[in-house]
Structure formats: C-alpha cells, structure tokens
C-alpha cells in the first residue's frame, strides 16, 4: 500500500518512529527542548497535511527531516520567540564579563539523548549534544547550523541537504565549511572531555557548593572558566569574577540548598533546591580534573 493512500493512523505509527530523532534534531538547531516540541508536532501535522504531495522520490525519514529543518528556521526567522523574559535576582549582582548570546538556551536530558549520528558523522554522540556544541550552532546563521548539522552529524548527502534547503551542492559545501570554521571558534572556550574522576570532582563540587564553602568551588575551577545562568544573559569568566558572583549570592538567607545529582546534555548535573522549592538545573562542563563551566538553569524544575 502507497503511503499516500494510508489513514492517518497508520501514518501516525509510522511517523512516531521517527519522532524522538527529530526532536534531538529540532533542539540541537534550536537550543530549546520547549521548541524542540513544538517544531516537531508542527513538522507531523504538515507532514500528515501533505502527505498527498509527497511523490516518494526520497524516503520518507529524508522528507520529514526537510519538513523539520525548515519549520526550524521558520522559528529562528521569528526573532520574538528567541529571547525569554530576563529574571531579576533578589540582590545586586557584580557587573557581569559580557551578557550571554543565549538566554534561550534549555538542558537536553540524557534519558532523551541517545540517537546515534551517522556512520559517518565528524561529531561524535556526546560531542553532538553537549552545551559547547548546541551554543556553538546557535551563534551561527540559522542556514549554516541547518547545513552543519545535517551533514556533519546526520551524513545525509550534499545533495539531499541542498534539495531540502532548495539550494544547490555547490552552496551547501561553501555554507558547511563556513559552519565547521565559526563552530570550531565558537567552541574554544569550552572543554567537554569528563575526566576517569568525573564523579570525585562532582561530589567535591557539591559539597562545597551546599556548604556555601566559596574557597573550596574556586579550587575546583580552571582558571579560565565561565558562569552562565540562562535565561539570564550575566556570564561571568574566570574565578575572580565568579568568586565575586558567587560571594554575593551566598550571603542570600535561603532554605537549606540541596544538589541531587544527574545528568544533562551527556555532562554531569545537579537539580537544585531550596528547601522543597525548585531551583533549577546545574550542569557542569570539566575540563581534566577541573570545572570549566557552570551553566545554571534558572527555569528547569
């Protein structure tokens, strides 16, 4: 039976098979998992939609992958939905290093997480979900980090990629090497190799973090690591501005802090909480035997 002449669920049974890789798709160009779904249930209902159109000269996953891409940029084009509502915080923050790019940007769980790249992907898995490389897609041109991810994570063709952007190979090969040059730039500045004594280092980490033991945070960072705290856009960079940050906050009277270990964009975290109040999500970027970033979830319950 032709595809076209199916109901719609069977075509829902079909498509489902593919939804969880679209999502992973939607949110590496994307940044954010709330995004992510919706670009997903818009791809499958445009899908089902045009299903009378669809002439089978591709398969049907290289279809809803062309259908997805560009409901994506769609939204990148919408420059509306892009920033959240920046939060006040309840004290005086320092002057920040520079305000973060982007505030959008949500943790990706690693139970959702486990989509394989193409055999002939140049990232590997846990390279293709980490923070570094999903805030490094999203400072590049929407068109780039479509290419980029398409080719060099998903392998599909040139000339696929060029007929689902409606451009030519010749294009998609100029735009991925831009790509694969402001990526590599963009992703200088974070480490993302976990070291063999990744859970030690984590549970020093939160210890003295709870503690409120501010010495003992600083010696587990690198010199030149980062503090974000998104949708906040104040970052700040080094242990002399984070100590300053840092000191601030902690001589905020709160209910007793709690950090429950997990993990989040294949990177170690912590779900956070005020006494049983949600306070969000710390994921933190090692570097060898040392902290290379904080990126603190303000809005993850």
């Given amino acids: 039976m032709s595809i ?16 969880h890789e679209l999502h992973l798709h939607c949110y590496r160009i ?16 445009a899908a089902w939609r045009g299903l009378d159109g669809f002439e089978g000269r591709s398969s049907l996953r290289t279809w809803l ?22 939060p006040v915080p309840p004290f005086d923050p320092p002057e920040p290093s520079r305000r973060g790019e982007v505030t959008w940007l949500q943790p990706y769980p690693d139970e959702l997480a486990d989509s394989e790249p193409g055999p002939e992907a140049r990232y590997s898995t846990k390279e293709a ?40 190979e010749t294009a998609v090969k100029g735009i991925l090497q831009r790509a694969r040059a402001s990526l590599d730039k963009h992703r200088d500045r974070a ?3 976990p070291s063999p004594g ?35 856009p104040h970052e700040y960079h080094g242990r002399e501005a984070i100590a300053g940050f840092l000191r601030v906050t902690m001589a905020v009277p709160v209910e007793r802090f ?20 949600p306070a969000g999500l710390m994921v933190l970027t090692l570097d060898g035997d040392r902290i ?3 990126t603190r979830f303000l809005d993850q319950k």
Wanted: glycine share 6%; aromatic share 6%; hydrophobic share 40%.
């Fill in 30 to 45: 994307l940044g954010s998992l709330t995004d992510a779904e919706d670009a997903v249930q818009e791809t499958l209902l």
């Fill in 191 to 193: 480490g993302h190799r």
């Fill in 4 to 19: 076209r002449a199916t109901d719609e669920r069977s075509f829902r049974e079909l498509a489902e098979t593919y939804r």
């Fill in 292 to 294: 290379r970033a904080i």
């Fill in 258 to 277: 709690t950090m429950t270990p997990t993990r989040a964009n294949n990177q170690p975290a912590f779900r956070c909480r005020h006494g049983e109040t």
């Fill in 129 to 168: 979900i980490e923070l570094a490389f999903i805030t490094g897609l999203q400072l590049l041109p929407p068109r780039q980090a479509a290419v980029l991810v398409l080719r060099d994570v998903l392998c599909f063709p040139a000339g696929e990629v060029a007929s689902m952007l409606g451009t030519t």
């Fill in 198 to 232: 990744e859970r030690e280092l984590t549970r020093r980490f939160a210890d003295a973090f709870t503690a409120g033991d501010l010495d003992g945070v600083l010696g587990l960072l690198t010199d030149d690591a980062w503090l974000a705290m998104p949708p906040a």
């Fill in 65 to 86: 992958y062309r259908i997805a891409t560009n409901r994506c940029l769609n939204a990148l084009r919408d420059a509306g939905r892009r920033r959240p509502p920046e």
